[in-house]
C-alpha cells in the first residue's frame, strides 16, 4: 500500500535552513505528482511546492527563491530545502502525493498524505 512517511521538522530561527524528507512506499515516486502543503493554525492548508511524474517543478510565491523540491528516484524520496526561512513559514508540512503525473493546487486531487512535520521559526 502507498504510505508516506516525512522527517526533518524541527525549530530554527528566522534566517535558518532545514531540509524536509518525504520517503515513499508503495510506488515509484517518479509515477505520480508529489509535493508539500502547510497549513499554520487557523489558516487553511495551501501547497507550497509540486513536482510532477516528468520533473517539472512548481513553487507557490511565498516559496519561490527559498525553498527547493528534489527528488531521489533511487531512494524513492521527496525533498524541500528550505532556506532564508521566516516567522510566517512556521506551519505544519504535509508531504502528498497524486496518482496522476500531473501536478495541480486543489489539496482535494491528492490521495495520499504524510503524518506532518512541525516546522516552527523564531524570530
Same mark, same amino acid.
Do not use: H
Given at each position: 500500500?502507498?504510505?508516506?512517511?516525512?522527517? $526533518?521538522?524541527?525549530?530554527?530561527?528566522?534566517?535558518? #535552513?532545514?531540509?524536509?524528507?518525504? &520517503?515513499?512506499? $508503495? /510506488?515509484?515516486?517518479?509515477?505520480?505528482?508529489?509535493?508539500? !502543503?502547510?497549513?499554520?493554525?487557523? =489558516?487553511?492548508?495551501? $501547497?507550497? %511546492? !509540486?513536482? &510532477? #511524474?516528468?520533473? +517539472? @517543478?512548481?513553487?507557490?510565491?511565498?516559496? =519561490?527563491?527559498? !525553498? @527547493?523540491?528534489?527528488?531521489?528516484? %533511487?531512494?524513492?524520496?521527496?525533498?524541500?530545502?528550505?532556506?532564508?526561512? =521566516?516567522?510566517? *513559514? @512556521?506551519?505544519?508540512? /504535509?508531504? %502528498?502525493?497524486?496518482? +496522476?503525473?500531473?501536478?495541480?493546487?486543489? *489539496?482535494?486531487? /491528492?490521495? /495520499?498524505?504524510?503524518?506532518? #512535520?512541525?516546522?516552527?521559526?523564531? #524570530?
Amino acid at each position: 500500500r502507498v504510505q508516506l512517511v516525512e522527517s $526533518g521538522g524541527a525549530s530554527v530561527q528566522a534566517g535558518g #535552513s532545514l531540509r524536509l524528507s518525504c &520517503a515513499a512506499y $508503495g /510506488y515509484s515516486v517518479d509515477n505520480y505528482c508529489m509535493g508539500w !502543503f502547510r497549513q499554520a493554525p487557523g =489558516k487553511e492548508r495551501e $501547497g507550497v %511546492a !509540486f513536482i &510532477a #511524474s516528468g520533473g +517539472n @517543478t512548481i513553487y507557490a510565491d511565498s516559496a =519561490k527563491g527559498r !525553498f @527547493t523540491l528534489s527528488r531521489d528516484n %533511487a531512494k524513492n524520496t521527496l525533498y524541500l530545502q528550505m532556506n532564508s526561512l =521566516k516567522s510566517e *513559514d @512556521t506551519a505544519m508540512y /504535509y508531504c %502528498a502525493a497524486r496518482a +496522476n503525473a500531473w501536478c495541480v493546487w486543489a *489539496d482535494r486531487e /491528492y490521495g /495520499y498524505w504524510g503524518q506532518g #512535520s512541525q516546522v516552527t521559526v523564531s #524570530s
